[in-house]
T-cell receptor, first 120, second 118 residues
Framework: DAGITQSPRHKVTETGTPVTLRCHQTENHRYMYWYRQDPGHGLRLIHYSYGVKDTDKGEVSDGYSVSRSKTEDFLLTLESATSSQTSVYFC???????????????????FGPGTRLLVL | AQKITQTQPGMFVQEKEAVTLDCTYDTSDQSYGLFWYKQPSSGEMIFLIYQGSYDEQNATEGRYSLNFQKARKSANLVISASQLGDSAMYFCAMREGLKKTSYDKVIFGPGTSLSVIP
């Protein structure tokens, strides 16, 4: 199993408060991602990082920010939590080098255990 | 428009029987990759199997195989000899052809819930 941890694993917070979720990896993978999972939607990409201090938006980035100051850590911040951000959040990692130059499209994402966030 | 369709929200299978989970996809790219993930009730996402669009043979990984029909744009997951531990959500995902961006997004389907009956 890929060495990916997420903290906290569960959190209950109130509307309007800031929340930070942490993803930590021990695999030295270049790419890191934050997804949210909601019933009927599968997983949707929030933000991703392709290197230290290199981040970009995914399809549902509004209300979220990220930071990556070290290879192993990727932080997701909800600036002012809303009830619509109640969800399960997954971190994932991948590295294009593992798939090889000839088959970059085979790059596989490996997921952390998830964080359940409830915004009241 | 949905890029990944999984038409079976829930399925049941008898233990030791084989089951097929459907996945159809939509892409205009010639080069793409297809993935299947399993999510048991404990919540983690587990990578199962990968199929590349140019792979000539269907992918297999133990009891998992992928029935890849390129012309129909389908990538169905076949689980042979179902076990109770196979009860889980199963997600089909696709990465489209390489583009001149830093990341090629992986798109996930809505999932199929599989229940294995003893």
């Amino acid at each position: 199993d890929a060495g990916i941890t997420q903290s906290p694993r569960h959190k209950v917070t109130e509307t309007g408060t800031p929340v930070t979720l942490r993803c930590h990896q021990t695999e030295n993978h270049r790419y890191m991602y934050w997804y949210r999972q909601d019933p009927g939607h599968g997983l949707r990409l929030i933000h991703y990082s392709y290197g230290v201090k290199d981040t970009d938006k995914g399809e549902v980035s509004d209300g979220y920010s990220v930071s990556r100051s070290k290879t192993e850590d990727f932080l997701l911040t909800l600036e002012s939590a809303t009830s619509s951000q109640t969800s399960v959040y997954f971190c994932a990692i991948s590295d294009p080098g593992l798939a090889g130059v000839a088959r970059p499209i085979q790059e596989t994402q490996y997921f952390g255990p998830g964080t359940r966030l409830l915004v009241l | 428009a949905q890029k990944i369709t999984q038409t079976q929200p829930g399925m049941f299978v008898q233990e030791k029987e084989a089951v097929t989970l459907d996945c159809t996809y939509d892409t205009s790219d010639q080069s793409y990759g297809l993935f299947w993930y399993k999510q048991p009730s404990s919540g983690e996402m587990i990578f199962l199997i990968y199929q590349g669009s140019y792979d000539e043979q269907n992918a297999t990984e133990g009891r998992y195989s992928l029935n890849f029909q390129k012309a129909r744009k389908s990538a169905n997951l076949v689980i042979s000899a179902s076990q109770l531990g196979d009860s889980a959500m199963y997600f089909c995902a696709m990465r489209e052809g390489l583009k001149k961006t830093s990341y090629d997004k992986v798109i996930f389907g809505p999932g199929t819930s599989l229940s294995v009956i003893p």
